[in-house]
Each structure stands twice: as C-alpha cells, then as structure tokens.
C-alpha cells in the first residue's frame, strides 16, 4: 500500500500562467468608490506595477511567465502529486485520493508563486522595498523571500491574533530580513483609528491590508503586493494545477472532484482553473469544491455585491461575494481563511455554478489533518486541513455509494509552524469559534449602499 509519488521534469515548469477571467468569461469591472465609475488603469498603478495592472485586466487566455521567475521556480517545482493510499486504506473507500503538495517551498506553502512574480514586476518598475499584510503568515513569509532574493526591503504587517499564536511564522519572515509588525498598529491611520474603537481588536485581513496601503502610499519605494484575491495572483497560481494536469497523465488517471481550501481563492483557482478550462474546452467532466471555515463562511453566507478589499475603504470596489468589509472574523487558526471578500473569479465561477461551496468546522478539520498526518506523515496547514476535510467527505460518501471516484485536494502547505493549534485539539481544548447572527451582520451591514450588482 505504499504512496505513489508523480513528478515532472524541470522542462516541465509552465512557461505561462493561465488568466483564469478568461475561463470564466470576465469579471465585472472594478468601480471608483466615488463615482461608482470603472476604475482607470492610472488609478490602478498607484498600488501596483504597470505589467500587473496590464494583467489584472486583461481578457488574453494567459500570461509568460518570465525567465527570472520561472528560473527561482525551479528551486522547488515541480511540486510532487502523491496517490494517498494509506488514507484511502484509513477510510476504507473505494474512491482514489490524490494531494498536490505545495509544502515543498522553501516557506512551506503555495504563497511564492506569485510573491517572486510580484517581486520582479515591482523591482522593474524601480521599487526598492515590497510591503503586504499577512494573514496566518505564509503570505508575509513569501514575501520576506521575495525580497531577500531580489534584494528588496520587506515590511508586513499581520493580523495581531495570528502574530500572538505564530510567533515562528513572524521568525521566519524576521530570518529574511523583513520587518513584521502586528496589525492593528500604531503606525498607520486606520490602525489607530481601529485601535482608537476598540483596543483589544484582534486583527483582520482587511484591516492588515488598509495598514499595508497607507505604507504603500506614505513610502513610496515601497511596492505594494497582494497575497491573494486579485486577478493577476490567481494567475500566477495556475502552476500548480498546470503540473497536476500533467502528473495526471503520467498517472493514467484523471479526477472526478477537485477540492480546495477557500479563503482569498487564490489557491483554489490556482489548482481548480486549469481542470475548469478543459472541462469547458469540450474535455472530462469534472466537480470544483471550495471548501472554507463556517467561522468565515465568505461564499455560503455572504452577498454577492460590489464591496472594498480593506475595511478601511482604501481599495476600489470589487464584484464579489463578502461578508462586508468590516467583517472581523473569529480568531480561527486557519488564518490564511480569514478573509471577508474571496476572488472575483472563484465568485463568479460559483456564481454561475462551475464550483461549489460548503462550510467546515475547525474541530471537524483539524480531525481530518490528524488522520492525514497519520496516515500521509505530513501535518497540513490548517488551512488545508479544509480542503482534506473537503475530501475525506467526499471520499466517505464514495464508500457508501460503492463507487470508486478519483479526488484531487490541494494540501497547500504544511503545518509545522501551527504545532499551537494542534496542541490546542489534541488536548481537547480547541474552541469551533462559530459565527453569531450578530456578528455576520454587523459586517453585512458594512456593503456599500446601494448594494451594486
């Protein structure tokens, strides 16, 4: 029963990047906040490098990626694709398991594929130092190796919860030669004025990301870099499902359900796009999962509406499903997931009902994550943890129906800066931090009105 382990070759690496708005037939275009406008691409470029900015809007099928980058790639990909047969024998289920690990980078998750890729562009643009927030801190930690290996100067600013329960994560960034600071802060406008409403707030993405922004705005050396959500990043991530398409074929096999974990949805888009773009170019059936925490329940409980990226209103608008950008999310370890607004392009592809959505437990995840580290020896991220949770779901339901289907998860990083929160379910007191009516409206409450469709 030993695990089957399918690589590529360094020729394999893509040579471009999928531009997943043309899989899903465009996205509605980002709006001015004040004059409710399509955003110019000037006002674009002020936190952005113009190549971004020409990716972000464009309708062309896909992108080369350059040499430099690609070249940093082949550091680490192409990422393996295992056959989980120890977990497939754990649960006792006909269907076939697969995982593409990203854990193999050099900060353990997916996050450099388009950190480097954000690097090159803004160092050509005359950028000598990179700023971005961070969530749990695998954004950050891409980041602070972006810069160390284009010679950069890194600042990242990370939700205070995640900085108190990962303090390695902040180590690793610090290691690189970034500095990290804990967000809300004192250092910027929005964070004092957070911090002025409520001084024991525990951090949010969006808050982090209004912090990043000003930066950005009062440094201008300092480019600006997005971790997830955009367009553009969700390119740079289609390597991942590019290899998975290929190390399929080298495993004379195919999936019948692609799962992923949802958060921003750039690594969700990165696995699941390029298996959309044959299914829709006339080739095999296939079922897209987003799996996210019922603690931020973005796409199963949010509104699909034009919203800000940032809670402090500093980002343009951006059709999408969200839970409004004052949304402050329990203090789930996942913190990767803790984002309030998800990808144009994920919304959309659920929207028109390409993908689907379900919400998970953290408990119920993280007894997932243990039985994979058992049976696989990889402690995920407890991000993954959802989209393994995902998968073992669907993986019980093909033994009680009797029918052997194959199933791809994305397991987008490891886990072993996240050892607290497994600490913490071990022993038994790992909370579901689950989500109150109150608290999901109040940052309902927070969509711009009138609410734009």
Known sequence: MDNIKYELTESDIPHTWYN?????????PILDAATREPV??????????????????SQEPEFEIPEPVRQLYAQWRSTPLFRAR???????TPARI????????????????TALAQAYYNKLAGKTGLVGETGAGQW????????????????????????????????????????????????????????????????????????????????????????????????????????????????????????????????????????????LAGGRDVRLIAVEPAAC?????????????????????????????????????????????????VSRAVEDGLMEAVAVRQNDCFEAGVLFARAEGIVPAPESTHAIRGAVNEALRCREEGVGKTILLGLSG???????????????TLSDDALSDEALQDGLDSIPSPVLV
Do not use: W
């Open 140 to 279: 950050g930690s891409a980041v602070a190796l972006a810069g160390a290996l284009f010679d950069m100067k890194t600042k990242v600013f990370m939700v205070r919860v995640s900085f108190e329960q990962k303090p390695y994560r902040r180590t690793l960034m610090e290691t690189y030669g970034s500095v990290c600071t804990a967000s809300p802060s004192t250092e910027t406008e929005s964070g004092l004025a957070v911090l002025a409403e409520r001084p024991d707030h525990p951090g949010s993405l969006g808050v982090a990301k209004s912090e990043a922004l000003q930066f950005a705005f009062a440094n201008p050396e300092y480019g600006y870099t997005r971790g997830s959500g955009l367009n553009h990043v969700c390119a740079h991530q289609s390597v991942i499902g590019q290899e998975a398409v290929k190390q399929f074929e080298l495993a004379d096999d195919y999936p019948d359900i692609v799962v992923g974990a949802a958060g921003g949805g750039s690594n969700l888009a990165g696995l699941a796009f390029p298996f959309l773009r044959k299914k």
């Open 86 to 92: 120890r977990l497939e024998k754990a649960l006792d």
């Open 414 to 428: 490891h886990g072993d800066f996240d050892l607290v929160a497994y600490q913490k379910y071990l022993a038994g």
């Open 98 to 113: 697969y995982y593409k690990f990203e854990g193999v980078a050099p900060t353990g998750s997916f996050k450099p594929n």
């Open 40 to 57: 110019s691409r000037e006002a674009l470029a002020r936190s952005m490098p113009p190549a971004l900015v020409e990716q972000e809007l």
């Open 297 to 345: 329940p973005t796409l199963t409980r949010g509104r699909i509406a034009y919203d800000h990226a940032d809670s402090a209103g500093l980002t343009p608008l951006f059709r999408m499903h969200t839970l409004g950008h004052k949304f402050i999310p329990p203090a789930v370890h996942a913190g990767g997931l803790r984002a309030h607004n998800i990808a144009q392009v």
């Open 20 to 28: 997943p708005a043309y899989d899903v037939g465009g996205i509605a």
